[in-house]
């Protein structure tokens, strides 16, 4: 009797599986911790590390890390989740929404308990009668945060639904919110290789925490931070003068570039000393990945990709578009 039957062993126990199965269909019925916001192929939300076997992937594969929801097995193999705060539903309100600069809002969130999560994870707000809002949790200008309340930062013109929520009201203090997550696997881990972060046009958020977290809780890990120059402007130099005052390195590129061979040099001449040892959690667009991913090609380190807020809601648009 011919058998197409394989096994996945996740986190140490073996699940019988289909060739050519989803690796998150079959992670779904172990007792792995696994509750991804799935976006398609799109959000970056599901990556697991392959510890041996084959997949085929439609997505790319970054050093053994593959997408669950876009790669199939091929042949027995093994699978490892690292662990991350659990998934949850919990209400709060606003306390605070306030304009720090033209280009830059930050909203405060209190709840009667804090929540767990690690930088490079985001929130999904579900203000009333409107769509959800994917948002980075951060830290204020100058590293701070309070107990029980999540801070975002927000970038003005980099998110739409951000804008229509606040015009209708729904960042009005004292106003209720419920959010779930928190959500990726791109998050900031406790590795001893350099961590560089890259940060694009509308990823501060998700980049200012990885920087605070890692200034206060990785002090003796190598660390430097390349932002795109657009990040010089006024409204955000509170942030580098902090960086400045905890001896944190940081450079300014000009990121923005449409062209992948320019994108490339302009990166490299900021930071040259790239290399395969190097962890490297990049924030951005999806057009940004795509370019670092080329800039990286020859020198492929260790590639944790972080879709902005404004990518994320994008990809729930595609999402929904594939499944029409």
């Known amino acids: 009797m011919v058998t197409d039957d394989l096994k996945l062993i996740v986190n140490g126990t073996s699940i019988t599986a289909e060739a050519d199965e989803l690796i998150a269909n079959v992670i779904q019925r172990s007792k792995a911790p696994f509750e991804p916001d799935c976006l398609g192929a799109f959000c970056e939300g599901c990556r697991v590390q392959l510890v041996h076997g084959r997949v085929n992937s439609q997505a790319p594969i970054h050093r053994g890390r593959v997408l669950a929801c876009a790669a199939t097995l091929e042949c027995d193999s093994e699978i490892y989740i690292e662990p991350a705060p659990k998934v949850g539903s919990i209400r709060g309100h606003v306390d605070s929404a306030i304009s720090l600069h033209s280009e830059l809002s930050q909203i405060q969130l209190v709840f009667e308990r804090p929540l767990a999560w690690i930088p490079g994870q985001y929130f999904k707000l579900l203000p009333r009668g409107l ?43 004292g106003k209720p919110m419920r959010l779930e997550g928190p959500f990726g696997t791109s998050f900031l ?5 350099r961590l560089v972060t890259i940060c694009g046009r509308g990823g501060f958020s998700a980049a200012w925490a990885i920087a605070v977290n890692s200034a206060y ?11 795109d120059q657009l990040y010089q402007a006024p409204s955000f130099a509170r942030a580098f003068s902090w960086l400045a005052e905890h001896d944190v390195a940081y450079r300014f590129a000009n990121l923005s570039s ?6 490339a040099q302009n990166l490299l001449a900021a930071e040259g000393d790239l290399n395969e ?14 370019k670092l991913r080329s800039a990286l090609a020859t020198i492929k380190p260790v590639l944790y990709l972080i879709p902005s807020d404004q990518a994320l809601a994008e990809a729930e648009q595609l999402s929904n578009m594939e499944s029409v």
Do not use: M
Request: hydrophobic share 35%; glycine share 8%; aromatic share 16%.
């Open 189 to 193: 881990r406790r590795e001893e290789e």
């Open 217 to 227: 809780g990785l002090r003796e890990r190598p660390k430097t931070f390349i932002f």
């Open 258 to 263: 449409r062209c992948s061979a320019s994108f």
């Open 131 to 173: 769509a959800p809002l994917r948002l980075y949790p951060s830290f204020t200008l100058d590293g701070g945060t309070e107990f029980s309340s999540l801070i975002f930062l927000l970038e003005r013109g980099n998110n739409p639904s951000f804008e229509t929520a606040l015009e209708r009201g729904r960042f009005a203090e």
């Open 277 to 290: 040892f190097d962890c490297v959690h990049a924030t951005g667009s999806f057009d940004f990945f795509e």
